[in-house]
């Protein structure tokens, strides 16, 4: 923004440095501040972003059922050191991702059905450690990685992996207590 008001700076300087008539000067001038307040306005308005990285607590019949969560996979770190294993029974290990977990998930109850389904335009991967072990998965839905089943209450460790080390892609993952009662053909 600084680099749209030194620009408007140097055309107002240029155009008064020219010959111009009196009535011409009023124009400018009126053009040149409304062109700096709208800038200004500009400065002062926030952007609306949308938050990565979340960290969610959730509790029986929570709202909105799917919940939403976004972030960007991917990292250095082969996901087979992040759960610990090659392979778990829910899939294997596969992907690289970050040494830290993308998101923190806290289950204040136990669930009889849950699922966190991760949805990228780019084939990604899914670690998931908490109560009662780690979970890894690629290929749930499609090349969409997930997990759903029962869920024991606790603090779950959520990691979105790439396929390429440093390879890098947005995501949403979905998650709920809805099972689906005709979800239709798994596309795998």
């Not at 002062?44 to 969560?69: G, L, Y």
């Not at 080390?165 to 798994?186: C, D, K, M, V, W």
Request: glycine content about 10%; aromatic content about 8%.
């Amino acid at each position: 923004m600084l680099q749209r008001g030194t620009k408007l700076i140097r055309m107002f300087s240029r155009v008064t440095k020219n010959r111009i008539t009196t009535g011409n000067a009023c124009v400018v001038a009126i053009t040149a501040i409304g062109l700096l307040i709208s800038n200004l306005a500009l400065i002062e308005e926030p952007a609306q972003s949308q938050t990565i990285f979340e960290n969610v607590t959730i509790r029986p019949r929570f709202s909105p059922d799917p919940m939403t969560i976004r972030g960007i996979s991917g990292g250095s770190v082969p996901a087979s050191n992040v759960g610990s294993r090659k392979q778990t029974p829910t899939g294997p290990c596969v992907g690289f991702m970050d040494k830290a977990p993308d998101h923190t998930l806290v289950l204040r109850s136990f669930f009889n059905y849950f699922s966190l389904v991760v949805e990228s335009p780019q084939d990604t991967t899914l670690v998931i450690s908490g109560p009662g072990g780690t979970w890894c998965n690629d290929d749930f839905q499609g090349k969409n990685p997930g997990i759903a089943g029962q869920w024991q209450a606790g603090t779950y460790r959520v990691w979105v992996g790439s396929y390429d080390t440093n390879n890098y892609h947005p995501y949403l993952i979905r998650l709920s207590a809805s099972r689906l009662l005709n979800p239709g053909p798994s596309r795998r």
